[in-house]
């Protein structure tokens, strides 16, 4: 993605975007970060300009419309009405942005190839026996390559033709300004945080991003065909803190502005010692309590703290309360015999989740991911779309709880 020149002059840094992070891998995927399958990916300014801009509108079957579908030079966006009618929308190139497109196909046209994410999963083999409702080609994000360096992004990307098909059973219309738009099957969805992505940070609404950007409220059903109202007063332009949902993965959108303010893992390594440097013990065992190392995140550790989750107590690991009546799922709690989910604390080490630089007290329910108290609050608060194609749309929350490593 850099050119010789910026890999010749380190000190010719090139200009950052921003990063698109994926919910749900903690730093890493379970078996690492390949090629342009990765946990998180950074959108840098390209060498040269990629972006397009719709220009040129064609109503087939025309001569025209058909060598734009044929020309595999030429973007376009095809509008399939019916069997003898499809609006055809050529795009031109825009040497003002640059285009970067996500979606699950590896094919070149794709930046960043995005995966199902299976909530609990370890490995990508729990991954491969669900059916994706990821589309091949999700979406397009714009930059524009001056400052501000605005981004904005547009459901569906174009395939190695250079190619956008709307079909018939797509929900698709004219604008009143004459213009075609449309959705995708099973959409993209955006929610923009409010106050920012700061301490101060409030979930803000999910709305639906069309194949030309506006911006709709959410259809009745993932993939219903009747869209939903247009908002006039919103705007596809991604903001510091953007999550937006592909039906299978929810991506963060990070500012590079936003990542500068934002601690780094030296940070995170440095709060994880400070922690155990204070040598806390379990309150049954005695035994002194450590963080493993950030490496081994994914490998449970003989030091390693437990927490009951329903009450927050914290103790290293033991059999106590394990009751065969409970099946194992459910312990009861030595401290104050309360009944609960028992399960090992582990310290976050996506450093683009924090909304600020706290120590980590506080833990998610039910994974037992351990970060500052503000952080957990906010993301505990983020209604999360979950359904597809026959499903009504709804909204998981997590949770959070507050760890007493000290009790």
Request: glycine share 8%.
């Amino acid at each position: 993605m850099f050119s010789p020149d910026q890999e010749n002059h380190p000190s010719k840094a090139p200009v950052k975007y921003g990063e698109l992070i994926v919910l749900g891998y903690n730093g890493s995927l379970p078996n690492g970060d390949r090629g342009r399958r990765k946990s998180r990916f950074a959108l840098f300014k390209r060498p040269k300009a990629n972006g397009v801009k719709p220009s040129t509108v064609h109503i087939a079957c025309t001569p025209q419309a058909a060598k734009a579908i044929s020309n595999k030079d030429q973007h376009s966006i095809s509008y399939t009405l019916s069997r003898a009618q499809t609006v055809v929308v050529e795009y031109t190139h825009d040497s003002n942005t640059d285009m970067f497109q996500i979606g699950r196909s590896t094919e070149s046209p794709i930046d960043f190839v995005v995966t199902d994410t299976v909530p609990g999963s370890q490995s990508n083999s729990d991954t491969q026996s669900v059916q994706s409702t990821i589309s091949r080609f999700a979406c397009r994000i714009i930059c524009e390559r001056n400052p501000p360096f605005t981004a904005r992004i547009y459901a569906a990307g174009f395939d190695s033709s250079k190619n956008i098909f709307l079909g018939e059973k797509a929900a698709k219309w004219k604008t009143s300004d004459g213009q075609m738009d449309g959705l995708t099957t099973n959409g993209v969805l955006v929610m923009h945080p409010r106050n920012g992505f700061t301490e101060d940070s409030k979930p803000g609404v999910w709305r639906e991003i069309s194949v030309c950007g506006n911006v709709f409220s959410l259809r009745e059903t993932r993939s219903a065909q009747q869209r939903g109202k247009m908002v006039e007063n919103e705007t596809n332009q991604l903001q510091d803190g953007s999550l937006i949902d592909l039906c299978g993965a929810t991506l963060l959108w990070r500012t590079a502005e936003g990542l500068a303010r934002t601690p780094t893992v030296k940070h995170l390594e440095a709060l994880r010692q400070e922690i155990n440097a204070a040598r806390p013990q379990c309150p049954v065992g005695f035994n002194t309590l450590a963080f493993p190392s950030m490496k081994r995140k994914d490998v449970v550790d003989e030091k390693q703290p437990w927490v009951y989750l329903n009450c927050g107590h914290v103790h290293g690991y033991h059999n106590w309360g394990n009751k065969e009546e409970r099946d194992g799922k459910d312990r009861e709690c030595p401290m104050c015999r309360s009944v609960g989910p028992y399960v090992p604390l582990w310290l976050g080490c996506e450093a683009g989740f924090y909304v600020d630089a706290g120590p980590p007290t506080h833990a998610f329910s039910p994974c037992g991911h351990v970060c500052s108290e503000k952080t957990t609050a906010y993301w505990s608060q983020i209604p999360l779309p979950h359904g597809a194609t026959s499903q009504k749309i709804s909204l998981h929350l997590s949770h959070a709880c507050e760890t007493d490593p000290w009790a």
